[in-house]
């Protein structure tokens, strides 16, 4: 049995974390907001065997919240503002950040599972 070499993992991430294909990076990698499509719609690789399950959403939470929290920190001890002022403008921020991130790092986790022919990912080829 021959061992099969890893993918390129940096161009994989980059096109993961741009919701891109990870083998052509042209098609999109994802079907809506979070669903992953079965195959690539160009270079028709098969994107069904990831198994990113909740990894986005802890991974968003972790880099959410070791951002926002130093910032609350340092607005209230610098600023003094409202409590509810101050509660309201980083709910905002911490919501639009998790919109922003969750996608992409859904696209990064199976990105590298795709790289390092995890889960079915290198049956083939």
């Known amino acids: 049995m021959s061992k099969m070499t890893d ?3 940096k161009p994989a991430l980059w096109r993961g974390w741009r919701r891109r294909c990870p083998n052509c990076g042209a098609g999109p990698m ?4 979070l669903k992953v499509r ?13 198994r990113a399950d909740d990894g986005p959403a802890y991974l968003t939470i972790l880099v959410v919240g070791h951002l926002m ?3 609350i920190h340092v ?7 409202d409590p509810l002022v101050l509660a ?3 709910t905002v921020g911490c919501v639009a950040l998790s919109l922003y991130l969750l996608p992409r790092l859904k696209g990064l986790l199976v990105a590298l ?3 390092k022919r995890m889960h079915g990912f290198g049956a083939k080829s």
Do not use: K, M
């Open 7 to 9: 993918r390129p993992v």
């Open 30 to 33: 994802l079907r809506g907001y």
């Open 38 to 50: 079965d195959n690539c719609a160009v270079c028709h690789e098969e994107l069904h065997h990831h």
């Open 69 to 71: 929290a130093p910032l």
């Open 75 to 81: 607005a209230f001890t610098s600023f003094r503002p």
């Open 88 to 90: 309201s403008i980083f």
């Open 113 to 115: 599972q795709w790289a």
